[in-house]
Nanobody, 127 residues
Framework: QVQLVESGGGLVQAGGSLRLSCAAS????????MGWFRQAPGKEREFVAA????????YYGNSAKGRFTVSRDNAKSTVYLQMNSLKPDDTAVYYC????????????????????WGQGTQVTVSS
């Protein structure tokens, strides 16, 4: 069982930056592909970014491309989401997710592909 805890959310002005962290309860995240999702009020959960378990492969949703960067430190069992040039539309609860991956380059973009989820961290971007 993997427990995930997100942190780093908060209130920021448009154009600002935030760095989210996702700490896992396992000794190492090696073997786990990771993802970030977000959910705004009244909307479905949306894919943001994914990273393979070695970190060699990343994939971004359209809303994140060019502004967000996902990274990981397996030794620290932590995954990060650096968010720059934030917009009011980025306001949402951000969730990290994990799933075992058999191939080093696998990334996953669907909710159903992940087995473990954090409780989320609120990001609010003011205009």
């Amino acid at each position: 069982q993997v427990q995930l805890v997100e942190s780093g959310g908060g209130l920021v002005q448009a154009g600002g930056s935030l760095r989210l962290s996702c700490a896992a309860s396992v000794r190492t995240l090696s073997g786990y592909a990771m993802g970030w999702f977000r959910q705004a009020p009244g909307k479905e959960r949306e894919f943001v970014a994914a990273i393979s378990w070695t970190g060699s492969n990343t994939y971004y949703g359209n809303s994140a491309k060019g502004r967000f960067t996902v990274s990981r430190d397996n030794a620290k069992s932590t995954v990060y989401l650096q968010m720059n040039s934030l917009k009011p539309d980025d306001t949402a609860v951000y969730y990290c997710a994990a799933t075992m991956a058999s191939r080093t380059w696998d990334v996953f973009i669907r909710n159903s592909e992940y087995n473990y989820w954090g409780q989320g961290t609120q990001v609010t971007v003011s205009s």
